[in-house]
């Protein structure tokens, strides 16, 4: 039995839960596996881990071989110094890490950065990606959080942001709290179990590499998007999001010739932390459908 969290995290798992580590470029990358059927993989978003998970991968494992990975630079994988954060780089890494498990084809779920990064990884082999479960994705329709981008990446400003960001667990229970569209859903243990990677020393420096080219990563993933429009695709999001505008979920859907949307009333950026039963059952549906069928606009 394994812990969810990390080597001694915090809380056990109840049901059997592969710890796994594979190397890309000399850098160790941890992964999560359980359960037996298609391959699906959970992607995290920024500065998530595998911990994002918690509560989706016991239901989806009942009908899916789960692989919940920690993307290098976040989570329990190492942090290479210099790592490539470019939407481009990422979504690369995320493929080498389906050559490397042995992974030929999946379904692919991801959530915040993590659906662009899922976006980008189809666009760039489209034959390898079954379905999409983009859960308020990060996309060109939604202007939040660029300014702040802009902000934390700017060279006068990173140095700083990354001195003083480990030293203030005090604020992230409030930026916790702002994820969520009723805080009073939080569980035991949340914060606990996002905040036990960042005393890892780089913990945020891939976060602010990521940051340094949002904007240019938009446009990329704007004009890669047509490639797959033929890919079965349900779009998720929290009515009360406001990481990512619920609004450009309109625009998005637009891409997707098989394209399914759910809106969680009362709900923030995090439904599979804060509503994890509607979540579940949702992707789970969605997961069951044949390969092939006719997508409510």
């Known amino acids: 039995m394994n812990s969810i969290l990390g080597p001694e995290g915090l809380q056990q798992s109840t049901y059997d839960l592969e710890d796994h580590w594979?190397?890309?470029?000399?850098?160790?990358?941890?992964?999560?596996?359980?359960?037996?059927?298609?391959?699906?993989?959970?992607?995290?978003?920024?500065?998530?881990?595998?911990?994002?998970?918690?509560?989706?991968i016991p239901v989806l494992a009942q009908q899916a071989t789960v692989h919940a990975v920690d993307m290098l630079g976040v989570g329990f994988s190492d942090r290479p110094p210099g790592?490539?954060?470019?939407?481009?780089?990422?979504?690369?890494?995320?493929?080498?890490?389906?050559?490397?498990?042995?992974?030929?084809?999946c379904d692919l779920l991801g959530t915040s950065h993590g659906g662009a990064v899922a976006m980008m990884g189809a666009a760039?082999?489209?034959?390898?990606?079954?379905?999409?479960?983009?859960?308020?994705?990060?996309?060109?329709?939604?202007?939040?959080?660029?300014?702040?981008?802009?902000?934390?990446?700017?060279?006068?400003v990173a140095p700083l942001f990354l001195h003083i960001a480990p030293h203030l667990q005090s604020t992230h229970g409030y930026f916790l709290r702002r994820l969520y569209g009723d805080p009073r859903r939080i569980r035991p243990g949340t914060l606990q179990g996002y905040s036990e990677p960042f005393a890892i020393p780089g913990a945020f420096a891939h976060g602010v590499a990521i940051l340094r080219t949002w904007q240019q990563d938009l446009q990329e993933l704007e004009s890669v998007l047509p490639q797959i429009a033929h890919i079965p695709t349900l779009l998720l999001w929290g009515a009360d999001d406001r990481a990512v505008n619920p609004i450009s979920a309109r625009r998005l859907r637009e891409v997707f010739r098989d394209c399914r949307t759910v809106t969680l009333p009362g709900v923030g950026h995090l439904p599979y932390e804060e509503v994890p039963e509607e979540f579940n059952r949702a992707v789970a549906e969605f997961l069951s459908l044949p390969d092939s069928y006719s997508g409510a606009k």
């Open 22 to 56: 594979i190397t890309l470029d000399g850098a160790r990358m941890r992964f999560l596996r359980t359960g037996s059927g298609p391959d699906l993989l959970l992607l995290h978003g920024l500065l998530g881990y595998s911990f994002s998970w918690r509560y989706a």
């Open 83 to 105: 790592l490539d954060g470019s939407l481009r780089a990422c979504a690369v890494r995320l493929l080498r890490f389906l050559d490397a498990a042995g992974i030929e084809s």
């Open 124 to 156: 760039l082999e489209p034959s390898r990606i079954r379905r999409l479960v983009l859960v308020a994705p990060v996309n060109p329709w939604s202007q939040n959080g660029r300014r702040m981008a802009a902000f934390l990446s700017h060279p006068a």
